[in-house]
Each structure stands twice: as structure tokens, then as C-alpha cells.
């Protein structure tokens, strides 16, 4: 065979093995995209949704370590579904002036609907529905339609306590035990008790005037990074308000890291609640020493949008990201009586928005 043949057949041969690898690359990122979206909808309750992501992820081609997450998904929708499908059944079967306990307390059945239930709560009538009811009162519900004991039962509670976004893993991880004694094998779905629990959906709030005001450019600054610590720049070109009022973040490619903060320092007790959109990686959120060096304290951040809570009181910080209690960590050694600003540091060419902020102290 010419040589030219050989090298022809040989580069399209290449072109085939190259195209199929590219092919299994993009079917892998599709699925794992797909699986995201299943745990993020299975988190918030979307059945519908999470039962359309898997569909797409079942068409596609994937094997290893992919094929099994998308196999465990399958099977935790499908008792997801099942669990739902109780709760459902078991608020039906309510009647008013019905006592039930949630856990050691008694409350009374104020009125039952289609898909809701009110209920007479510390001498308050609240309304649930499967979007805002509690983990407890979920699992009181589908216990009365499902024997609490039951292994096959407890598998459907703890798959609803492991990838719900109000649930408890340690509570999911003993009811599997339960199960596994009894004989049911649940292995399979352990290794969810350690995948990443998706950010709970955030409402983003219409701004008072007050918030408005408080998200304006003029009481923020932007920090650069120089020899001597921290260095206090302007936010002109950085920092642009919405239309809504929310303060826009695009941080410059110069330097390697900025920090986004308030103008104002603090130094008593203070609270602040402050939602972040579209955060990437790599961010850090804290109460920054004013002075200019790199003492502090921070908390590392997720990706996404989410609400954070941080708090001082007494000489102790707390916080909490997404509702979940963060790790808040010392930067530096700063001093008992610090003076620092509120802020966001980020990396070069950041991007993200400042939806919300509350401030609250003296």
C-alpha cells in the first residue's frame, strides 16, 4: 500500500478515536451537569424537575464512576418520589380539631386543602405546603400512612433526610443503618451522604430605600492588595448600582486579589445579613482590620447565590452561610478591640453582585 494511503487511513482512524474522546468528554460534562441540576432540584423539593434531569442523563452514554452516581440519583428520586407521595397521603387522612405530635409537641389541625394544612402552632395558625414544611412534620405525616419501624420505610426516610435542604445526613445516615441490620442493602447509596449539599434557593428581595441607600457606591470601597497590607482605593469603575439598586461587582485583572467593604468600620457588637449573587470560587467573606494589614476574620465562600448571616456579640463571631453554620476563621492575629470593615475579597476579574445588605449594632 502507498505510503500515502497508510498515513491517510492512520490520520483518519486518529480523527475517529479523537472525536469519540471529545464526544465522551462532552457526554460526561453533560451528565454531571444533569446530576447537579437532580440534586439541586431534589434539595428544593422540585420533583418534576429532578425527574426531567434524569431523564436527560439517562440518554447519555456514560460508564465508572459517573454511571454510578447517576445510577444512586436514580434510585433516590425514585424514593424521594415514594416518601413525597406518603406525605402527601398522610395529610390527607388529617381532620380540623385533629392533635398530632411533631416530635414532643402537640398541635392542633386547624384546616386541611389540597396539597396544604394549617395548623395551630404555640397559639398561631401557620400554613404548610411541601415547599415550607418542616423535616419534622414531613416525617410525622408519611409516618401515618408508613410503620416507622419497617427497614424498607426507613430507607425512604433517610433518603429524603440525605439530599433534602432542610434535612439531617446524621439522621439519613441512621436510618440506612437501620436498614442495612435488617438486611437491606443500601451500600450503594452511602456515598451521597458525603456529596455536596446544593445552596438552597434565595429569594431576592425588593430593596427599601434605606438598603438602597446603603448599597450605594459611596459607601463602599475597594481594597488592593500592596507591600504595605491593604490599600484603600475608589470603587469608580468597579462598582456600578442596578436599576434594582443592588451593587454590581467587576473587579479589575491587575492585581491577584481585592477586597470589596464598606466604607464604615465597625468595632462593638454588630449583625449583618447580606445576600451574595452570583459568587465565584475562590472568594472569602469577613470583617477586615481597618488599619490595613491582613489580620481579620473570614469565612471561605461557595459558588452561587446565597444568603450570610455574621455576627458579633460579645467578643465572639458567628456566622452562618446558605442557613448552615461557616467556620469562621482568624486572619492574621487581630487584636481584641479590632476596628474593621465588612466586605467580600475576591480574585482578579471577579464578578459578582451585592443583592442585599442589613446592618444592625452600634
Known amino acids: 500500500m502507498p505510503r500515502y494511503c497508510v498515513l491517510l487511513l492512520l490520520a483518519i482512524a486518529t480523527g475517529i478515536f479523537l472525536s469519540g474522546v ?23 423539593r422540585d420533583l418534576p424537575k429532578a425527574q426531567a434531569s434524569l ?27 415514594e416518601f413525597w407521595d406518603s406525605v402527601d397521603r398522610g395529610m390527607q ?17 386547624v384546616e386541611v386543602g389540597q396539597g396544604t394544612v394549617i395548623l395551630r402552632v ?15 412534620l414531613a416525617l410525622t405525616l408519611a409516618e401515618r400512612v408508613l410503620k416507622r419501624d419497617a427497614p424498607e420505610n426507613q430507607v425512604l426516610f433517610g433518603a429524603f433526610l440525605a439530599v433534602d435542604a432542610k434535612g ?52 463602599w470601597s475597594l481594597r488592593e492588595l500592596g507591600a504595605k497590607g491593604w490599600e ?25 486579589r481585592y477586597q470589596v467593604v464598606t466604607r464604615r468600620a465597625f468595632s462593638a457588637d454588630f449583625q449583618v445579613r447580606l445576600i451574595l449573587q452570583d459568587v465565584p470560587s475562590g472568594c472569602r467573606f469577613g470583617w477586615f482590620a481597618s488599619e490595613g494589614g491582613e489580620s481579620g476574620f473570614g469565612v471561605d465562600l461557595p459558588q452561587g447565590t446565597f444568603v450570610i448571616e455574621f455576627i458579633r456579640k460579645g ?28 466586605g467580600v475579597e475576591a480574585p482578579a476579574d471577579a464578578h459578582f453582585t451585592i443583592a442585599s445588605y442589613e446592618f444592625a449594632g452600634r
Request: glycine content about 8%; proline content about 7%; aromatic content about 2%.
Open 22 to 44: 471529545v464526544l465522551g468528554d462532552e457526554q460526561t460534562d453533560a451528565a454531571r451537569k444533569s446530576l447537579d441540576d437532580i440534586r439541586a432540584a431534589l434539595a428544593a
Open 55 to 81: 431523564a436527560e442523563v439517562k440518554r447519555l452514554e456514560v460508564e465508572g464512576p459517573v454511571r454510578e452516581e447517576r445510577d444512586r440519583l436514580e434510585d433516590l428520586t425514585g424514593y424521594v418520589a
Open 93 to 109: 387522612l388529617l381532620q380540623a380539631v385533629d392533635e398530632i405530635m411533631i416530635g414532643d409537641q402537640p398541635v392542633s389541625v
Open 122 to 136: 404555640a397559639g398561631q395558625n401557620r400554613e404548610y405546603t411541601r415547599v415550607n414544611i418542616p423535616p419534622k
Open 168 to 219: 439531617d445526613r446524621k439522621l439519613a445516615r441512621q436510618a440506612w443503618d437501620t436498614a442495612v441490620r435488617a438486611g437491606l442493602d443500601v451500600k450503594h447509596l452511602l456515598p451521597e451522604l458525603e456529596a455536596p449539599l446544593p445552596l438552597p434557593t434565595v429569594e431576592i428581595p425588593t430593596l427599601t430605600p434605606v438598603q438602597r441607600a446603603a448599597l450605594s457606591e459611596k459607601n
Open 232 to 256: 484603600r482605593k475608589t470603587l469608580v469603575g468597579v462598582g456600578q448600582a442596578t436599576r434594582e439598586g443592588r451593587l454590581q461587582i467587576g473587579l479589575p485583572a491587575d492585581d491577584p
Open 315 to 342: 467578643g465572639a463571631i458567628t456566622c452562618k452561610v446558605a442557613g448552615r453554620d461557616a467556620e469562621v476563621q482568624a486572619l492574621g492575629e487581630p487584636k481584641a478591640r479590632m476596628s474593621g470593615n465588612i
